[in-house]
């Protein structure tokens, strides 16, 4: 079983619309979530980064954890057709490793 | 900013090959890591390492191999390049202060024909 599990999409929505991008895991020692937005032929950048349970606002992104349900999501508002590109969840253990464990990536198309 | 920068965007190589692939980091992090990404597979950890000379194995090593002579210079070595190992290679960096984000650098398509 996967560690982290994400919807490859592809998710198509009209601009202007809210999109949300989710990811679901299962290792209970998870601390730390982050989203990267990677566009085609790009490395993964940073998008956002939160520790444990809560939510975390950046301009029109929001990222939510539920530790109690195992559940990451990244929220869009007014999305652009510039927010078209794959995003990837990741976790890491926090425990000393220096890993993350990704997801495979959403696939998302913001249509003018 | 963090800064990743890696020696190529488009290598082409032939099977049999030895590839050299380089990274380079400004943030002075300790951490350093090469992955492979292929579609429906995602990314693939290949090899860490969490100082100068020190290497891990990822989940995915066979094939490969590392150097980290200084902090900052992280290299990926295809002993013999296969037609196998065609991909989208990745770099990052972390540093040890707590919070575990990697910082990636734009990638190495490389085409092993």
């Known amino acids: 079983q996967k560690e982290v599990e994400q919807d490859p999409g592809p998710l198509s929505v009209p601009e202007g619309a809210i999109v949300s991008l989710n990811c679901t895991y299962s290792?209970?020692?998870?601390?730390?979530f982050m989203w990267y937005r990677q566009y085609s032929r790009k490395g993964p950048e940073l998008l956002m980064y939160?520790?444990?349970?809560g939510n975390k606002e950046d301009g029109r992104f929001t990222a939510q954890v539920d530790k109690s349900s195992k559940y990451i999501s990244l929220f869009i508002r007014d999305s652009q057709p510039s927010d078209s590109a794959t995003y990837l969840c990741?976790?890491?253990?926090?425990?000393?490793?220096?890993?993350?464990?990704f997801g495979k990536g959403t696939k998302l198309s913001v249509i003018p | 900013d963090v800064k990743v920068t890696q020696s190529s965007r488009y290598l082409v190589k032939r099977t049999g090959e030895k590839v050299f692939l380089e990274c380079v980091q400004d943030?002075?992090?300790?951490?350093m890591f090469w992955y492979r990404q292929d579609p429906g597979l995602g990314l693939r950890l290949i090899y860490f390492?969490?100082?100068?000379?020190?290497?891990e194995k990822g989940d995915i090593p066979e094939g490969y191999s590392v150097s980290r002579e200084k902090k900052e210079r992280f290299s990926l070595i295809l002993e013999s390049a296969s037609t196998n190992q065609t991909s989208m290679y990745l770099c990052?960096?972390?540093?040890?202060?707590?919070?575990?984000?990697?910082?990636f650098g734009p990638g190495t398509r490389l085409t092993v024909t």
């Open positions: 390492s969490y100082d100068v000379k020190m290497k």
């Open positions: 990741a976790a890491d253990s926090g425990a000393g490793s220096y890993q993350l464990t």
């Open positions: 943030m002075d992090h300790e951490n």
């Open positions: 290792n209970s020692a998870f601390q730390y």
């Open positions: 990052a960096s972390s540093s040890w202060s707590g919070s575990y984000e990697q910082y």
């Open positions: 939160t520790y444990s349970s």
